[in-house]
């Protein structure tokens, strides 16, 4: 059963930065597509940002309100997905979760992915 840790979430200003970490513990981590998901009070989780399994070209996906702003990556030798937040604004405000799956569900399905972290608080306030 592969286990998610998020890391790295806090309060911040507005036009602030936040690293967030999502460490697995399969040594099979590379082959598994990884997302970041956000759920503000109120609203629906939605799609941040997924990368693909290594054998997938490591290939991206950004939601429209972060493009420019936020950068997934992957550190398979640490198991760890990252995501560099920069430019925050209040309505980045959420829990951030990452979770991960096989078989490569759409981004904006955060329904079909399979394995998901606790979350962690990100705020963005003055």
């Known amino acids: 059963q592969l286990q998610l840790v998020e890391s790295g979430g806090g309060l911040v200003q507005p036009g602030g930065s936040l690293r967030l970490s999502c460490a697995a513990s399969?040594?099979?981590?590379?082959?598994?597509?990884i997302g970041w998901f956000r759920q503000a009070p109120g609203k629906e989780r939605e799609g941040v940002s997924c990368i693909s399994a290594s054998d997938n070209s490591n290939s991206t996906y950004y939601a429209d309100s972060v493009k420019g702003r936020f950068t997934i990556s992957r550190d398979n030798a640490k198991n760890t997905v990252y995501l560099q937040m920069n430019s925050l604004k209040p309505e980045d405000t959420a829990v951030y979760y990452c979770a991960a799956d096989v078989h490569g569900p759409p981004c904006v399905e955060a329904l079909l992915w399979d394995y998901w972290g606790q979350g962690t608080q990100v705020t963005v306030s003055s």
């Open positions: 399969d040594v099979t981590f590379a082959y598994y597509d």
